[in-house]
């Protein structure tokens, strides 16, 4: 099980931008998916987006194509999440994922997929 630690989360104002990191520790990262959700509160924990380890491939929720980007760095055994033109609606408590498998699309969505969480970095925009 890998172990996750995130990072890059505050408070800015709307359409502002943050940059948010999830280092992976142990063995080097080779397959699988990865994948970031949110949750506010009084609200379920919601996806927001996955990228295959192996090919790079990618998966946005709809309230965040076209504002978020998610990328990986395999050296570094570390996921991104670029997030710009923040809306107060994106508050929430972000969470980095793991999953062992090589995860088609319709799966990357859903959080029994994952076996491994980070601690969550919390994400607040003001209007």
């Known amino acids: 099980q890998a172990q996750l630690v995130e990072s890059g989360g505050g408070l800015v104002q709307a359409g502002g931008s943050l940059r948010l990191s999830c280092a992976a520790s142990g063995r080097t990262l080779s397959s699988g998916t990865m994948g970031w959700f949110r949750q506010a509160p009084g609200k379920e924990r919601e996806f927001v987006a996955a990228?295959?380890?192996?090919?790079?491939?990618?998966s946005y929720a709809n309230s965040v194509k076209g504002r978020f980007t998610i990328s990986r760095d395999k050296a570094k055994n570390t996921l991104y999440l670029q997030m710009i033109s923040l809306k107060p609606e994106d508050t929430a408590l972000y969470y980095c994922a793991r999953s062992k498998g090589n995860l088609i699309t319709s799966a990357r969505m859903d959080s029994s997929q994952y076996d491994a969480w980070g601690q969550g970095t919390q994400v607040t925009v003001s209007s």
């Open positions: 990228v295959r380890w192996t090919d790079g491939a990618t």
